[in-house]
């Protein structure tokens, strides 16, 4: 749920450098806390696409406080670099996923005015891509890495802090290593999982695929995402990458050489239920909490899942996440609200009394 944005504390225009998804959603979030934000893409039309939709002016900025620069990894550096000779009093921060390799690179290079340079990372995304799948509230809630250096001066480190502030996000800081290490296990190598299991469908016989259902959704989803983007990333962490990817084969190894054990596989498995534990929730919960499945059955018919989504209102009881598993043909989907466990039996009660079919 969108919340009321606090006004912004940075103290003149931004300039975003790359509209595509997560580019026009800094913009939009930052437009929409009040700031002056100025456009630049190397394809005008993804520019053009971002102003339409709100997201700042095409107008050539007279001064800029902030430069995000939101390009893919292999041309951070240069942007980068470029940017702080093109802006001189400007604080320059890229919000790319990888952040050590720019850094060494800039500083390799002996580039002027690195104290002005903060790498960051917002948490957030999605399969799809483009400013058209932007949006001003994606950053809520997430956690945006700040990931200063050595000479990096406390101005420019704050305001890159208030960059994330501004966007509704949850500040996390560390060096520029740990965070390369920690998205090469929270997101590059699930990425590369996912990616493994969509990979295995290909020549597989058509009524095997029938039988598909959310479970695979799961998996796969972020497996569409463009390739294209994902080879610069998986080569710029590779090294992180390749220390966890042969972690995952020794766990293969033992699985095959213990799949006939029952107590192998059970190990396996005890292994992945207790690492799901160690997932934090939402609004920075360190962990995440133990939560109740109400099945509810949604008609396939227009209209249903909004009534759904009033009943469970008026209910009282509050959503703390949501599914919706429906095949095409199907007559009726499922919806899977997670709910505190002691509140799933007021919601079964109250969509039960409301006509809706419930089970736990």
Request: charged share 20%; glycine share 8%.
């Amino acid at each position: 749920m969108s919340t009321t944005p606090r006004p912004t504390a940075i103290p003149g225009p931004v300039l975003v450098i790359g509209c595509g998804l997560v580019g026009t959603s800094v913009a939009l979030a930052l437009t929409r806390a009040g700031a002056t934000v100025h456009l630049r893409d190397v394809l005008p039309q993804n520019a053009r696409t971002a102003e339409m939709l709100g997201a700042g002016t095409l107008a050539t900025p007279a001064t800029v406080a902030l430069a995000v620069v939101a390009v893919p990894p292999d041309y951070v550096a240069e942007v980068v670099a470029d940017t702080l000779d093109e802006w001189p009093d400007a604080v320059v921060t890229d919000v790319a996923s990888v952040k050590h390799p720019p850094l060494q690179a800039l500083s390799d290079a002996g580039t002027p005015g690195l104290e002005r340079y903060v790498g960051s990372h917002p948490m957030a995304g999605s399969e799809r891509s483009g400013p058209t799948a932007a949006s001003e509230t994606l950053f809520e809630g997430r956690a945006w890495a700040v990931t200063p250096h050595a000479t990096a001066s406390p101005e420019a480190v704050e305001l890159v802090r208030e960059l994330g502030r501004t966007t509704g996000a949850t500040l996390v800081e560390m060096p520029t290593d740990e965070h390369d290490f920690a998205v090469a296990r929270v997101s590059h190598l699930p990425q590369v999982m996912s990616v493994l299991t969509a990979a295995r469908l290909h020549g597989g016989p058509a009524d095997h695929l029938a039988l598909a259902g959310q479970g695979l959704r799961d998996v796969t989803r972020i497996a569409a995402s463009d390739p294209g983007l994902w080879r610069q990333i998986l080569h710029a962490n590779r090294l992180p990458l390749v220390e966890l990817l042969r972690d995952v084969r020794d766990d293969l190894d033992e699985l095959l050489d213990g799949i006939e054990r029952t107590h192998v596989i059970e190990e396996v498995l005890d292994r992945g239920v207790s690492g799901t534990r160690l997932i934090p929730g939402k609004h920075g919960e360190e962990a995440a909490p133990q939560l109740a499945v109400v099945f509810v059955q949604v008609p396939d018919r227009p209209g249903e899942l909004g009534r759904l989504f009033r009943d469970t209102g008026e209910s009282g009881v509050n959503i703390e996440d949501l599914r919706i598993d429906h095949d095409l043909g199907r007559p009726v989907g499922i919806a899977e609200i997670a709910v505190r466990p002691e509140r799933a039996e007021d919601l079964t009660s109250a969509l039960t009394e409301r006509g809706w079919t419930t089970y736990v």
